[in-house]
């Protein structure tokens, strides 16, 4: 018998309605006390634990697996004894998280950015990785040109590209150096 999410009790696959437990292929005796009567056993089914791995794809800290206890909760221990539904992010410089997904360019949102989980507890169906998504930050740049004229007034600069092209201003009687990070260069 198989059923999704779920596995039965290795030794005790079978139960009645007076809670005794039988394992598969044991031999049995007297099981009511009327002769030739029918009772029912029952499998008897628990839930699965999946360990749900986190690949952070070059971020760090943040949380590094959990667990689904498949339709009961999502769970910080192996035991399920810690039940959670937010997990810890991790930080990447010059990005910012989208969530986790099922695969490593997107699919499914499995977990926000905020590290909210965002699926439902029968999700996932076997240990599973589920994958960090980075947008790369943008910065406005401003160009004070320190009383030149013409040239580029901002720019927008993203974070690990190449730094945008920007037109350098004039001013008579002087020369363009370059722009720096502060006013005297």
């Not at 839930?47 to 749900?52: A, E, F, G, L, N």
Request: a negative charge; one cysteine or more; charged letters at 15%.
């Amino acid at each position: 018998f198989t059923r999704t999410g779920y596995t039965l009790v290795q030794g005790k696959e079978w139960i009645d309605a007076n809670g005794n437990t039988y394992e598969s292929g044991q031999v049995v005796k007297n099981l009511t006390t009327a002769n030739n009567a029918e009772i029912t056993l029952y499998a008897n089914w628990v839930p699965c634990v999946y360990q749900i791995t986190t690949d952070k794809q070059n971020g760090t800290g943040g949380t590094d697996v959990f667990f689904e206890k498949y339709d009961t909760g999502f769970y910080s221990n192996e035991g399920c004894t810690n039940n959670i539904d937010v997990i810890s992010i991790p930080t990447r410089v010059g990005y910012t998280l989208l969530g986790y997904y099922a695969r490593m360019n997107g699919g499914q949102l499995m977990v926000d950015a905020s590290g909210k989980i965002s699926v439902p507890n029968t999700a996932f169906t076997g240990d599973s990785v589920i994958y960090a998504n980075w947008k790369a930050n943008q910065y406005m740049i401003t160009f004070d040109k320190q009383g030149g004229e013409y040239g580029t007034d901002t720019a927008v600069a993203t974070y690990d590209k190449v730094f945008p092209i920007a037109d350098a201003p004039v001013w008579e009687g002087y020369s363009f150096k370059g722009y720096f990070t502060e006013p005297g260069g």
